[in-house]
């Protein structure tokens, strides 16, 4: 190879310093990218499986592609707009389907953790992710909303198309929350500091009230910890929900007959029947939604001026579209069965005050300074309780839309009197709940670690003389430390000998050292022994003496000890 056939182009001033300054960031892009693609070809494909499916196509796959991208966006929260009306007037359609929203969510957030993470071995031999926060978001988000600009492009010649206004505010919306929860969630969900100067105006606060202010989600250094709070949130936003649906499917089965007669007004033929049935399907989360929004008391709005909860006598309007689930509103508000729908948000505030109280009692075990509080838990179950009220107010506002003008402008839920009341219940009845729970778990634990009461000394035994005031035992520490003295032995008679004796689990008083050895028991010097006699065994002196009037112990050798020089040799 010469220079002449070697001829290697440098690269371009500005692609050398996005490549120092933004290392990965192609690989960030084409992750996006291709999340977005992954989701425009599920819809594509379900869209087209209805298309081949169905016998009055009016449209060839063009036509049928372009719903598919218009799905698409209506999934992101884009408004689309039908031009084809009995009026002549276009009609926005504005209420996403909440499971359809589910995929291209997923797969962006999981787009924007798995890039973020890294794959092979980088990522087993490193510590952290490898990717940097902000190229990976950016990168993400450049790739998924580039595609997503071609999607809407594409969609404008068809007959649902998408709004451009809501296009531009809504769907970089969705994208950029979507790709920062997934790398967030790469890089260990972790919480930020407070501001200096919050710090220091919360520590001016007494311990009491900062304790139901930071209600224990900021800890010494000012780091915000939401973990407690947050999974308590989420529990009582899934009970509201699933409470929902229950309440949606007995006015399902209640109202069997209508729901079933929609069918037949909205399809002849079976192709035409499952699809509305996979649009029923779509939408069971937001009638679960719209159940948890009645349940709570607000109820939802079928249309302007016409309200429908378990407070309001406001019959739904005449007009309403042919659909299933529409088909099972309730008519008429009041009555016991419509009070029983109470007993959802009571369940979510219980649920709530149960998990706070959880995690205030965890650590009951390690003593009471383990324990959280009642400021802490009062504080936390407040915490829990606006979280909840934005998690569900988000989705109310999620599940509802437009679906057409004039009366039909509005449909679903009001999301801020929805919030509104979820935060209302679950903090009203979880405090009495937490402080409950918390004081009963510790009332349990409190019991099992009461002190045992001392055992009685057993009957037959002498008691021990304690130790004389002059000298007492825990004075000094040494050889003789604790010693019986002399005088104490000489009374002790044969029944005390055998109960000192006797196996079991002696009784010692509170003077006597259980470490010390046998020996070390034993007085320095015994005035009857003479002196230097500390190695003298008192006990075996006693066996002998017996056994000298014992005929058969006094026939056995007596081995004469080595007498120990005095002080006088």
């Not at 001829?7 to 996005?18: G, I, V």
């Not at 649902?160 to 790469?186: E, F, I, N, Q, Y």
Request: proline fraction near 9%; hydrophobic fraction near 50%; charged fraction near 15%.
């Amino acid at each position: 190879m010469t220079q002449w056939t070697d001829r290697r182009f440098p690269l371009s001033p500005l692609r050398t310093r996005l490549r120092d300054r933004w290392p990965h960031l192609g690989e960030t892009f084409a992750a996006g990218a291709v999340a977005a693609v992954l989701g425009l070809g599920s819809f594509a494909l379900l869209v087209m499986v209805l298309w081949i499916s169905s016998p009055y196509a009016d449209n060839g796959p063009g036509g049928a592609l372009r719903v598919a991208a218009a799905l698409w966006l209506l999934a992101h929260g884009v408004v689309l707009v039908r031009t084809e009306t009995l009026s002549g007037l276009p009609a926005p359609v504005g209420v996403t389907p909440l499971l359809l929203a589910a995929v291209p969510v997923w797969l962006l957030h999981r787009a924007a953790r798995d890039v973020t993470d890294g794959e092979g071995e980088e990522l087993a031999e490193a510590e952290a992710p490898l990717v940097d926060v902000r190229t990976a978001w950016a990168g993400v988000v450049a790739g998924y909303l580039a595609v997503a600009a071609v999607a809407a492009l594409y969609a404008t010649d068809g007959t649902l198309r998408p709004a451009w206004t809501w296009s531009a505010m809504h769907l970089p919306l969705t994208v950029v929350v979507a790709a920062g929860a997934g790398v967030w969630t790469a890089y260990g969900r972790p919480c930020g500091r407070l501001p200096r100067s919050v710090r220091r105006a919360l520590d001016r606060l007494p311990s009491a009230v900062r304790q139901v202010v930071t209600a224990g989600a900021v800890d010494a250094e000012g780091r915000v910890r939401l973990g407690d709070s947050l999974r308590a949130a989420m529990a009582g936003t899934a009970v509201l929900v699933g409470g929902g649906a229950l309440l949606v499917g007995v006015s399902l089965l209640w109202h069997g007959e209508a729901a079933q007669s929609t069918f037949h007004q909205l399809a002849d033929g079976w192709s035409g029947r499952w699809g509305v049935l996979l649009l029923a399907v779509a939408l069971v989360p937001n009638a679960a939604v719209w159940g948890a929004a009645y349940g709570l008391g607000p109820g939802f709005v079928l249309g302007v001026g016409h309200v429908t909860g378990p407070l309001s006598s406001t019959r739904p309007p005449a007009l309403l579209p042919p659909f299933p689930l529409l088909a099972a509103v309730p008519r008429a508000a009041g009555g016991p069965l419509w009070w029983a729908v109470a007993a959802v948000p009571v369940v979510a505030g219980a649920t709530v005050g149960w998990f706070v109280a959880r995690a205030a009692c965890e650590g009951r075990e390690r003593g009471r300074e383990a324990v959280w509080p009642a400021g802490r838990a009062v504080g936390a179950v407040v915490v829990a309780g606006v979280l909840c009220g934005l998690l569900l107010g988000g989705l109310a506002e999620a599940a509802g839309g437009p679906l057409g003008v004039a009366a039909l402008a509005r449909f679903g839920p009001v999301g801020w009197q929805v919030g509104g009341a979820a935060a209302g219940w679950t903090t009203g009845l979880g405090v009495p709940v937490a402080l409950a729970v918390r004081a009963w778990r510790l009332r349990g634990s409190e019991a099992r670690k009461q002190p045992k009461k001392p055992k009685k000394p057993r009957t037959g035994a002498a008691p021990v003389p304690s130790p004389t005031a002059a000298e007492p035992a825990d004075s000094h520490r040494g050889r003789n430390a604790g010693a019986v003295p002399r005088e104490a032995w000489d009374h002790l008679g044969p029944a005390s000998h055998k109960a000192r004796r006797a196996p079991g689990p002696a009784s010692r008083g509170a003077w006597e050292d259980p470490d010390l050895r046998p020996y070390e028991a034993l007085p320095a010097e015994d005035p009857a022994l003479g002196p230097n006699t500390a190695w003298v065994d008192l006990e075996l002196k006693q066996y002998e003496e017996l056994s000298a009037d014992d005929p058969l112990l006094s026939q056995r050798p007596k081995t004469s000890r080595p007498e120990r020089p005095g002080p006088d040799a």
